[in-house]
């Protein structure tokens, strides 16, 4: 599902994207790597909280970043609501 939202063109990737997609109001979900470091885990949860978006920790950064096409990514937010509540129902469900 993640690599269909990239195709589309709906995924943001990457520590700096994430962030000015959450801040301006474009991310739907954000996903974080559950090997990112501490610090960026804490950074993300805080700012999904302020901003009231769905965020989940999932994997390591080198499979969500195949799931995009990219060698790795610590963390990735999804432009498009219909592809996000697809996206978090497989989460829920794994």
Do not use: W
């Amino acid at each position: 599902m993640i690599g269909m939202a990239m195709k589309a063109g709906k995924v943001a990737s990457g520590e700096f994207a994430t962030e000015k997609a959450v801040k301006t109001g474009k991310a739907a979900l954000v996903i974080v790597s559950e090997a990112a470091s501490e610090n960026t885990k804490k950074k993300f949860r805080n700012m999904c909280d302020y901003y009231q978006v769905p965020i989940y920790f999932f994997g390591e950064k080198e499979e969500l970043g195949h799931a995009i096409g990219k060698e790795f990514r610590a963390s990735l937010a999804v432009l498009d609501d219909g592809l996000a509540k697809a996206i978090e129902k497989n989460i829920i469900h794994e």
